[in-house]
């Protein structure tokens, strides 16, 4: 079985589809504590800095004619910023997060409270999992990590409430310790991701199911290229990822560098600042 198609594809047939994204200020952002190997509070972290990334973050987005949603940041809760870990959002349906760290703890409920209160129908989790951290979207299945943050147990629960498919990866490098940290998707049938994130029985599942995959080296991953957003023909990626940009180049995407380099001093990039919502 295979999702991708064969033939590369030029860039006049890549098609952008308008998505809506929700997102987080940074006004609280701080590296004040360590839960993935990133993070270092020692090393010192520049609010206002980080703001103004997020702010060129959220305007390329809108730029590419993609509506962005705000969510109000809360005191106490530095990584809110990372929108993606809130939710798990399909066709409406919204699957609740579940932190695996106290320190995060109480974000999952914020953001399934921004949900509730818009009329959404939520499902609020039984087993850990860190939202789109772990869970990544495509037109036939969704791609679930765990091995770091996510109970394998809750790739079923969001199985059974969102009627989609699941494929269960195994992350086993600490540094890539969410599935968007390793792979993105490039459009509904495609991937990108890094091979030495993965469990050998997991890379056979991404051969096999993505064989003319973005195969991305160790450089680019270790600067969180893989943390890249895509809506089919433009792609918002880290700056950094240079050899990664040019093979998206090359198979016909349209390139949106941007530059979250205090972010990532928390672990974060582009798509750990994005939750779709579908």
Known sequence: MSLAPSAE???????STARH??????????????????MDPGEGT??????GQWESLRQAYESLGHRVSLIDPIEGLPDMVFAANGALVVEGRVYG???AHAERAAEGPAYLDWFIRRGYETLAPSFTNEGE?????????????????????S??????????PVVTLRLVDPRFYHLDTALFPLDGHNVAYYPGAFSAGSLRVLQRLFPDAVIASAADA??????AVSDGRNVVVNAEATGLILELKRRGFEVVPVDLSELRKSGGGPKCC?????
């Open 222 to 227: 270790e600067v969180l290229g893989l943390n």
């Open 46 to 51: 520049d609010t206002a800095r980080a703001v």
């Open 133 to 153: 951290g772990d869970y990544l979207t495509l037109d036939d299945v969704i791609l679930a990590g765990t091995g770091f943050r996510t109970d394998v147990a």
């Open 9 to 15: 594809i030029s860039r006049s047939d890549r098609t």
């Open 155 to 164: 790739h079923m629960e969001a199985q059974e409430f969102l009627g989609r």
């Open 274 to 278: 994005t939750l779709e919502i579908r």
């Open 21 to 38: 994204y929700l997102m987080c200020r940074p006004e609280f952002f701080t590296v004040s504590y360590s839960i993935n190997p990133w």
């Open 97 to 99: 997060a579940k932190f």
